[in-house]
């Protein structure tokens, strides 16, 4: 059975700290590797990783994928309140680009 | 660009009462997503479309479900008869299948979601 797999489920930061979410996957026809962020809405997307070992950067966030070992990792530097959210890591597959949603892991930013 | 749109942000109705969620996709987007989000089971696809055409609707829960897609611009999912166990968030998305562009398709595109109590 197709599945993604998040850690950790929640994670406590101060303002500044660096935090590294991982995701694991296991994907038959695996396609594309999908980066969520989930506040109090909808999931907005921020990155889609097709290349093993390409980083894709937006600002303080970037991403990674590792098709060797079937993960991705998402790292924020410098945390805000801002970041807190649920962060989704979404594997397609198949020539429909069917989605795989992981649980999420939870992200709380302290002041 | 409005993104997608849902309707109503949300309900609360009771047990048995007939349900209608309503989707307006991304203009120019070809495929339709409905999700269902609750605390247990995480996101869940139900259905979705591709050319107005349902494509996939393993994911729906049982025949109390339906989905339409009428015209491009426009997606209902109905539940019928409700019950308290239906109470989630359930979140339209859309994109964008290109053919010949596989790897540009698969970010969908959500809309605000709509929060279903069923009493």
Redesign the interface.
């Known amino acids: 059975e197709d599945k993604v797999v998040q850690s950790p489920l929640s994670l406590v930061v101060h303002e500044g700290d660096t935090v590294t979410l991982n995701c694991s996957y296991e994907v038959t026809n695996f396609?594309?590797l999908?980066w969520?962020k989930q506040e109090k809405?909808?999931?907005?997307?921020l990155f889609?990783l097709?290349s093993s070992g390409i980083e894709k950067k937006s600002g303080r966030l970037s991403s990674i994928l590792d098709k060797k070992e079937l993960s991705s990792i998402l790292n924020i530097t410098a945390t805000q309140t801002g970041d807190s959210a649920i962060y989704?890591c979404v594997a397609?597959r198949g020539?429909?680009?069917?989605?795989i949603?992981?649980?999420?892991t939870k992200l709380s930013v302290k002041p | 660009d409005a993104g997608?749109i849902q309707s109503p942000r949300h309900e609360v109705t009771e047990m048995g009462q007939e349900v209608t969620l309503r989707c307006k996709p991304i203009s120019g987007h070809n495929s339709l997503?409905w999700y269902r989000q609750t605390m247990m089971r995480?996101?869940?696809?139900l259905i979705y479309f591709?050319n107005n055409v349902p494509?996939?609707d393993s994911g729906m829960p049982e025949d109390r479900f339906s989905a339409k897609m009428p015209n491009a611009s426009f997606s209902t999912l109905k539940i019928q008869p409700s019950e308290p166990r239906d109470s989630a968030v359930y979140?339209c998305?859309s994109?964008l299948?290109a053919r010949g562009l596989?790897?540009s398709?698969?970010?969908?595109?959500?809309?605000?979601?709509t929060r279903l109590t069923v009493l």
Do not use: C
């Not at chain 2, 995480?42 to 696809?45: A, M, P, T, V």
């Not at chain 2, 398709?105 to 979601?113: L, R």
């Open positions: 396609r594309s999908l969520y809405k909808a999931p907005t997307f889609m097709t989704l397609t020539s429909q680009g069917n989605l949603f992981g649980k999420g | 997608v997503f995480g996101l869940e696809l591709n494509i996939d979140f998305a994109s299948k596989a790897t398709t698969d970010t969908q595109y959500f809309g605000p979601g």
